[in-house]
Each structure stands twice: as structure tokens, then as C-alpha cells.
């Protein structure tokens, strides 16, 4: 596909609205070629489905992220921030808008008393995260070894398994919000629920979501072998009760939100 037509949109009061070759100009002298139109989406999602994003990004960095949201949102550009894709189903009608594909990464750890908190970019991969904290000696993470996805769709999601979830190791997130910038939310005003946070309950709006940058999670000093020992005995039970491969995994909830991407929420 090349840029030299108008991609139409639909812009948040439902009035169609033109993103003009000005506007992918734009994105493409900041992002160069990590910013492209007409990408496929299938392959990056679970279900291995769906059709093309109108507009898509790839962003290494958190601040990146933010730069690519925020002027989505100044061009009133729709935008949807694509994690792992492994709670989402995309219609074979694509994705309008801005799709920013979320690679940020960094990780770091600070002591904190009796803890240690660990500090993640919202793209970085929960499981492979829970793997690096065992590795140092860090417990608390270890139910979301073999949970797919990001920090930041977990964050959303309220992810867990094996009696553990995000609530539980959340202390904080800096999150963008439209219009506002961004700003460090404490976990209660995350107001989680079983799979669920004040996030989530958000994303059947088309636009103007809020978006998570960093989180702040807490991990406490443990042996190396008890934590392996742990994951170890969580990744057997989920052997057992999951199959190998491409998967949507087991859903028992669907969300349908007004953009042609379904979230999915399952059990553990
Ligand atoms: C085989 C399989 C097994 C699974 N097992 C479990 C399990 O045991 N426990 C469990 O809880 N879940 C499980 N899931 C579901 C999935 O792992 C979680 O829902 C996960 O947290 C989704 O993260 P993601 O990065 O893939 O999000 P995506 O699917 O990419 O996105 C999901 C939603 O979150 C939004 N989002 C993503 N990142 C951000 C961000 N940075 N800021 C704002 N919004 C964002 C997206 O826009 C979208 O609306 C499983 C899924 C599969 C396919």
C-alpha cells in the first residue's frame, strides 16, 4: 500500500475525518521506517487472525510510546496499542487509525527496605520478565511465568494465575493520559477486579484511552532454587491443562468494543 491517497478514519464524536499524507509525513520523519501503513496484523496476535492496521509503529522505548500516542492524539488520529496480542481478536476489516506496536523494554531494580522494586517499560514480555527476576533471586513473579503478553497488557488486564496476579505485585504505573500527560498512578486508583481494572473498563471507547508506560512492581529476596522449584510446578499445571501452539487460550468473557478488535478475558 502506498501513502499517496487520504486514509479515512473515524475520529472519537463519529464524524469521519481524513488523515492526510501531511499527518503520515509526519510520523514518518519521527519514526522513519518503523512507522508503515497497511500492516498486516495477523501475525502478530495469538489467534494468528485479522486484518491490516490502517497505520502502524514499532516503539523500542517508553518515551517513544508516549511520542507516538500523544501525536496520534493531537492529529485525531484513533489509536490502539498493541502488546503481546495474546487477549485481543482483530476483525478481518483491520484496524482503523494508529496501531503502535509497544517494544519498549527496559527493565531495572532498586532495594527498597525489605523488597526490591522492579521497574518495566510496558512492552516488555511478562513471562520473560518473571524468568529474569527468579534468575536474580526475586520472588513474587513467578505465577506469570508461561502467562503471555506484556507488562502493560497485564497492567490493563489485571493478568494472573496460580493465586497470583498483577494486583498483587502492582505498587505502581505511569500512565498517559489524552490530553493530560502522563502521571504515576498508585495501584488502588487502578481499582482492580478479577481480571478487570478502571483501564480496562475504559477500552470500549474508539479513541482517548489511556495508555501504561512504566510499572512498579514489588518482589521480595528469595533462594534462587525455591523460586525455580515454584515456576517450575506452575509451568507443569499449565502443560497439563493447556494445549501447545498457536492458542487464544481458553476464553469465558468477550468484550466488544467499537473499534474492530475484540478483548478477550479467560481463566487462568
Ligand atoms: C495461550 C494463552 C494463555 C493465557 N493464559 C493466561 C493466564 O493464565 N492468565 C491471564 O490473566 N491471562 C492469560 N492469557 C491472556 C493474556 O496473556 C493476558 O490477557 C495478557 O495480559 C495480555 O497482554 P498483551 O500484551 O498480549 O495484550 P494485548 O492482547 O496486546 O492487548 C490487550 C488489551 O490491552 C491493551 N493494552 C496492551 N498494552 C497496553 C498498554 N501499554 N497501555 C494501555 N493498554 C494496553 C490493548 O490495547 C488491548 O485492548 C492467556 C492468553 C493465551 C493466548
Known sequence: MNDEFHIHHFVEDGMNSDTTVQQVTQFREIFGDKFQVGVSLA????????????????????????????????????????????????????????????????VSFRHSGAHMVCTAESGMNLSSLARQCIAKGLGGLEWAIGVPGTVGGAVVGNSGAHGGDMNGNLLAATIWEPGKGARVYSNEEMQYAYRDSALKREQSRPVSRRVVLTAELKLTPEPVEVLMARAEGFTARRKQTQPAGASVGSMFKTRLIITPVISLNRPD
Open 43 to 106: 501475525r502478530y496476535t495469538s489467534a494468528r487472525v485479522g486484518g491490516p492496521a490502517e497505520m502502524f509503529v514499532v516503539v523500542k522505548r517508553a518515551k517513544g510510546l508516549q511520542t507516538a500516542v500523544s501525536l496520534a492524539y493531537n492529529c485525531n488520529i484513533p489509536y490502539f496499542i498493541l502488546g503481546g496480542g495474546s487477549n485481543i481478536l482483530v476483525s478481518d476489516a483491520g484496524i482503523s487509525g494508529l496501531v503502535i506496536m509497544n517494544k519498549a523494554k527496559a
